[in-house]
Structure formats: C-alpha cells, structure tokens
C-alpha cells in the first residue's frame, strides 16, 4: 500500500504507523459543564464505518510527520492524504446571517 | 598507558573500505553531523551560507551541507569535523535555531560507483522507494532492512547512507551483502 505523502510523494505504508480515527485531534473542552461526558465519548467511542474513513498516520520512518489519510476500508483505497498540522487549523466558518 | 584512539562505529581504529565489482563501499568518521530545527514562525537562517532546501532536498557547498529531514528541520553535515564541537558551531551560524550535535548518534557509509546505474541497481535491493527519486541533490528518510535511515545523492557517483550508529554493523552487513550479490 503507499501512501500519497503531501510533501514527499508516494511512499510505502510500512514507513508510517497507524494511529487511529483522525477525530481525536477534536479534543472536548475539559472547563466545559459537559466534560465528563464528552471524555467518556472522546476516549472510549470510535466509529467503525465500512467504507470512508479519515485516519492519523504517522510518518515515523520518514519525516516523522503526521497525515490525515483517507482511506476506504472496504477497499483499502486511500482517496486522500493532508499534513495533520493543517488538518487541524481552526476553519474559517461564516455565521449565519440574521 | 591506555590506548585512547576512538573506534569507529564499525569497532575498527581506521575506516573500512570494501569494493565489489564497480561498487565500493566505506565508513566515513570525518563527517560531522548537527541537527537544526526552527521554532515556529522564526526566519531561516543561512548557516555557512546554504540556502536551506526544501522536501527532499540536499545542498551542498565545498565543505558543508545541508539535508531536510522534516518541516522546518534539517541536518548539517560537515567534512573534517568529526572530531570537533560541530554544533556549538551550526549554533554560532545560527543562533535562534534549536541545534543538538549528532555525530556521536549516526554512522555515515558512502558506496561509491563510476556506474551511477549500478548505485540505482542496488538501491533496488535495498529500499522499497523509488531508485529514480534518489537523484542528486535529494535527501530521503526512509526505512532499510527495517533499520531508519536517511539517504543523500551528493552526486551521481555517489549515495551516502546515515544509520544510526548502533546499527552500523546490520546495515554494513546488509549493504556489503548486497553489493556481493549484485557483482556476482
């Protein structure tokens, strides 16, 4: 399997190591009322999907960098790679308009 | 009174040389070796000169070069250095940057060819990335019987490999194993 590095190509998938569902960089609040909870959710739930699924990878062979990988589970089809670094920046969104 | 010469990583007092067929292959303990990494949103230095490269990339002048390991991240490579404080001098050239000498940390192999075919032949064998991505002037991190390693194309004649040096003895073994099946 390679993996589609943004900065360097493709590269094998044995250079990375496989860190899970791409929504753990969406970390709750911990001062929020409901934070107990949303940890509870946060550290024990995980989506299972059979199909599309985003996912953190770690370049740890290479330029030790971390991907948001898209990949379909059904197929092992990776439709997708981003540096997590800009995954994660906060998104611009509009507010709606009164 | 106690014999104080240092080992190579390949345990010897002098470097080692093998040749098979067109390739030849040795260790190098005068390379110095420092790594520099920028703090976010600093400005990018110059040190000795070089214009850091970018993704992949490797430049060299007559005695210093540089290799990107990662964002914002490089190793500084030196000639002649290996016996000196390489890093207090990379810090002198830059001194907001993070700079951790590794000389000590990584063994340099260089396997030098008058046939630059015959480097690509073997990097067939040995690394599962493209032979053609590895041209002069690239630097790569990549993985080499399981072992990390960063592989540098100073020019077409020659591939430079830097494990580190606890593993320079698999990866010599790897290599020389290599190139004997190649020239047979």
Same mark, same amino acid.
């Given at each position: 399997m390679l993996i589609p590095h943004p900065l360097l190509g493709l590269r094998d998938a044995e250079e990375f190591v496989y860190l899970g569902d791409a929504s753990l960089m969406q970390r709750p609040d911990p001062d929020s009322p409901t934070a107990l909870t949303d940890f509870c959710d946060y550290v024990f739930l995980r989506d299972n999907p059979a199909g599309?699924?985003?996912?953190?990878?770690?370049?740890?062979?290479?330029?030790?960098?971390?991907?948001?990988?898209?990949?379909?589970?059904?197929?092992?089809?990776?439709l997708g790679a981003e540096l997590a670094t800009d995954a994660a920046r906060p998104t611009v969104t509009q507010e709606p308009s009164a | 009174m106690p014999d104080l010469t240092p080992l190579t990583a390949l345990g010897h007092d002098q470097p080692q040389s093998v040749t098979y067929g067109n390739l030849t292959m040795g260790d190098c303990p005068d390379l110095a070796l420092a790594s520099l990494t920028l703090r976010r949103d600093a400005p990018v230095p110059l040190p000795f000169g070089l214009d850091l490269p970018g993704p992949g990339g490797y @430049?060299?002048?007559?005695?210093?070069?540089?290799?990107?390991?990662?964002?914002?991240?490089?190793?500084?490579?030196?000639?002649? &250095?290996?016996?000196?404080?390489?890093?207090?001098?990379? &810090?002198?050239?830059?001194?907001?940057?993070? @700079?951790?000498?590794q000389t000590d940390g990584w063994a340099a192999f260089d396997?030098? +060819?008058?046939?630059?075919?015959?480097?690509?032949?073997?990097?067939?064998?040995?690394?599962?990335?493209?032979?053609?991505?590895?041209?002069?002037?690239? #630097? +790569?991190?990549?993985?080499?019987?399981?072992?990390?390693?960063?592989? @540098?194309?100073?020019?077409?004649?020659?591939?430079?490999?830097?494990?580190?040096? +606890?593993?320079?003895?698999?990866?010599?073994? #790897?290599?020389?194993?290599?190139?004997?099946?190649?020239?047979?």
């Amino acid at each position: 399997m390679l993996i589609p590095h943004p900065l360097l190509g493709l590269r094998d998938a044995e250079e990375f190591v496989y860190l899970g569902d791409a929504s753990l960089m969406q970390r709750p609040d911990p001062d929020s009322p409901t934070a107990l909870t949303d940890f509870c959710d946060y550290v024990f739930l995980r989506d299972n999907p059979a199909g599309v699924h985003r996912e953190l990878w770690f370049h740890e062979q290479g330029d030790r960098s971390w991907l948001v990988v898209t990949r379909n589970t059904l197929t092992h089809e990776i439709l997708g790679a981003e540096l997590a670094t800009d995954a994660a920046r906060p998104t611009v969104t509009q507010e709606p308009s009164a | 009174m106690p014999d104080l010469t240092p080992l190579t990583a390949l345990g010897h007092d002098q470097p080692q040389s093998v040749t098979y067929g067109n390739l030849t292959m040795g260790d190098c303990p005068d390379l110095a070796l420092a790594s520099l990494t920028l703090r976010r949103d600093a400005p990018v230095p110059l040190p000795f000169g070089l214009d850091l490269p970018g993704p992949g990339g490797y @430049v060299a002048s007559a005695e210093v070069a540089a290799i990107w390991t990662g964002p914002r991240q490089w190793m500084i490579e030196a000639k002649a &250095k290996g016996c000196t404080d390489f890093a207090a001098q990379v &810090k002198a050239q830059a001194p907001d940057a993070i @700079v951790t000498e590794q000389t000590d940390g990584w063994a340099a192999f260089d396997i030098t +060819s008058p046939d630059g075919a015959a480097i690509g032949r073997l990097l067939e064998k040995l690394v599962n990335i493209d032979p053609g991505t590895v041209s002069p002037g690239t #630097a +790569s991190r990549t993985s080499l019987h399981h072992m990390n390693v960063l592989l @540098v194309r100073p020019d077409p004649c020659c591939l430079r490999i830097w494990v580190g040096r +606890s593993f320079a003895g698999s990866l010599w073994h #790897a290599v020389i194993g290599a190139a004997a099946r190649q020239a047979a």
